[in-house]
């Protein structure tokens, strides 16, 4: 079977995609394909950065790769946090402190208008391809539901009545950001 690293270490990313991709394709992670140091991810855009990661996967193995990169950008707040989604209230991965500051950041505005973007890099023999995944929505005003990871207890997505986190994971990768950008992804791959 063909195998595909992805450049992540992330099992809750790992099972959103795979789930995408099917079974036609072995994904490989980052320490099974023995890349145990952090990548860095110091671009201005998240195109930047998906493809800084695939490039460095890509001169390190030589093997087939993608990463991805996803940001949450508020309209009131001018974009923000944005590439920076990650690491808005600390240099951590702090979920609950990040959901905590732009709670703080957006209190008393009624412009919740935001969405999720994620931009898939691909590295095929050494060439560079990428897919971008979409979804608009609003902040709501505290934490709502148990399910998923970051900011989905936060973000309603157009059209429903429920958050990322109160959706099943089947619903959300219907719709989600990742979700849209694995599946032409996975339509491009099944193509070749
Ligand atoms: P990454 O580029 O996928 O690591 O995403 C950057 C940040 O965006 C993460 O640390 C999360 O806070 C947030 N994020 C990415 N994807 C999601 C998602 O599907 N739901 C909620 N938050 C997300």
């Known amino acids: 079977?063909?195998?595909?690293?992805?450049?992540?270490?992330?099992?809750?990313?790992?099972?959103?995609?795979?789930?995408?991709?099917?079974?036609?394709?072995?994904?490989?992670?980052?320490?099974?394909?023995?890349?145990?140091?952090?990548?860095?991810?110091?671009?201005?855009?998240?195109?930047?950065?998906?493809?800084?990661?695939?490039?460095?996967?890509?001169?390190?193995?030589?093997?087939?790769?993608?990463?991805?990169?996803?940001?949450?950008?508020?309209?009131?707040?001018?974009?923000?946090?944005?590439?920076?989604?990650?690491?808005?209230?600390?240099?951590?991965?702090?979920?609950?402190?990040?959901?905590?500051?732009?709670?703080?950041?957006l209190e008393g505005k009624s412009d919740r208008k935001a969405r999720f973007r994620t931009v898939v890099a691909l590295i095929i023999e050494g060439k560079e391809y990428c897919f971008e995944g979409i979804v608009e929505g609003e902040i709501t005003t505290r934490e709502i539901g148990e399910g998923g990871f970051g900011y989905d207890c936060l973000f309603r997505p157009e059209g429903y009545e429920r958050t990322f986190a109160e959706l099943a994971p089947e619903e959300k990768n219907a719709i989600s950001h990742r979700g849209r950008a694995v599946a032409k992804l996975a339509k491009w791959l099944k193509n070749q």
């Not at 991709?21 to 201005?44: F, K, M, W, Y």
């Not at 998906?50 to 890509?58: D, G, H, P, S």
């Not at 001018?78 to 991965?93: E, F, I, L, N």
Request: charged share 30%; net charge negative.
């Open 1 to 105: 079977m063909k195998k595909l690293i992805f450049a992540t270490n992330n099992a809750h990313k790992l099972e959103e995609v795979g789930a995408i991709i099917g079974t036609s394709l072995q994904l490989v992670t980052l320490r099974e394909a023995g890349i145990t140091e952090d990548i860095p991810e110091n671009e201005p855009t998240i195109e930047g950065n998906a493809l800084a990661k695939a490039r460095y996967v890509w001169e390190k193995t030589g093997c087939d790769c993608f990463a991805d990169d996803t940001d949450l950008e508020v309209d009131a707040l001018g974009g923000a946090p944005g590439v920076h989604s990650a690491r808005y209230a600390t240099d951590g991965h702090d979920f609950e402190a990040n959901r905590i500051k732009l709670l703080r950041e």
